[in-house]
């Protein structure tokens, strides 16, 4: 039984606890928030007794073995290196850091203190696109990758009224790459692995943070094509273009459906039943770390998050999205 402590006390992380309790692995035993009346309201949802308002208190306690890390992306170094140096192993929302200068330090901290690090990427880990990863040699060459996550936010509407929330606030290293368009950058660095090149297209709103974009990744024999939007929506499912054939997905960031469509009209639906929450997935692995004693992921590796942060971190700086975190 590995006991945890999050911090975050927002959807993502009633996700993630729902997630967890399909495991008798897992128990929670502390919760952080910035406001003690925030974090007693969620603890009593999960019958929980430990609230913290300080973050180093918490790291410091003897009442969590690990922590899952569900703040904004700008703090997610700062925390993720206070409790590895204290011992504690750090599940993190992705992206991992605002930059690659972050997520070094990061990685380098989790091998100094020998504690289980990884990026709480939940794709990956799903078993319909594991499932299409071991059906890839059936299409032929791969020529092309298209992916797009294209999702209007509710938090839209509050800004176009005047309301900049944290979704849309360049402080909290967030906007539409960040958030949901790295959903199809590291599934395309585990395919492919790091790019020779980044192009990439945004259109930076008032705020500061990019409302929607594109990011052009070229190897060696064949291209990704990325689309990310937080404001407007898209029904184009992903789709991996072989010489024999296309592998689509109904979606990238969660795939449920998925086919083969060979050159010559055949069609194969390979989809493997999936009923559980779509984090369990990565909890689970995460949990295997800790108890086999390991600091990385063998899928969800230090080097493919240095990676992905890379290209994202060159995307931003071609369309001019700067954000406090890359001055310090």
């Not at 060459?141 to 849309?168: E, H, M």
């Amino acid at each position: 039984m590995i006991r945890f402590g999050v911090i975050g006390t927002n959807w993502i992380t009633d996700r993630f606890l729902e997630a967890a309790g399909m495991t008798d692995k897992f128990q929670l035993t502390a919760v952080y928030s910035r406001t003690e009346e925030r974090g007693r309201e969620f603890a009593e949802k999960y019958n929980v007794a430990a609230v913290f308002t300080d973050a180093e208190e918490m790291a410091k306690s003897d009442m969590i073995d690990a922590v899952y890390i569900a703040s904004p992306n700008s703090l997610h170094k700062e925390q993720s290196v206070l409790f590895m140096e204290n011992g504690k192993h750090v599940l993190c929302e992705k992206p991992i850091a605002s930059n690659v200068k972050e997520a070094e330090e990061m990685v380098k901290t989790a091998r100094t203190y020998k504690v289980t690090f990884m990026e709480a990427m939940k794709t990956t880990f799903l078993p319909n696109f594991k499932n299409m990863i071991s059906h890839l040699p059936r299409i032929g060459k791969i020529r092309r990758f298209t992916a797009s996550y294209c999702q209007y936010s509710s938090r839209y509407d509050a800004y176009k009224n005047g309301t900049v929330l944290n979704a849309f606030d360049p402080a909290f290293s967030n906007g539409s790459l960040m958030d949901i368009g790295v959903y199809c950058v590291h599934p395309a660095v585990v395919l492919f692995g790091k790019p020779l090149e980044v192009k990439a297209n945004g259109l930076i709103l008032e705020s500061g943070a990019d409302g929607e974009g594109t990011v052009l990744l070229r190897y060696e024999d064949h291209e990704a094509v990325l689309m990310h939007s937080k404001i407007s929506n898209s029904y184009v499912p992903a789709e991996i273009q072989g010489e024999d054939g296309s592998i689509i997905m109904d979606k990238i960031h969660r795939p449920e459906k998925v086919e083969i469509r060979y050159r010559d009209g055949k069609i194969e639906d390979i989809t493997v039943p999936d009923e559980k929450p779509a984090m369990f997935y990565e909890i689970e692995e995460f949990i295997d770390l800790i108890q086999q004693g390991r600091i990385e992921s063998e899928l969800n590796t230090f080097e493919r998050s240095l990676a992905a942060l890379s290209v994202m971190d060159e995307a931003r700086r071609q369309i001019g999205l700067v954000f406090p975190a890359d001055q310090t």
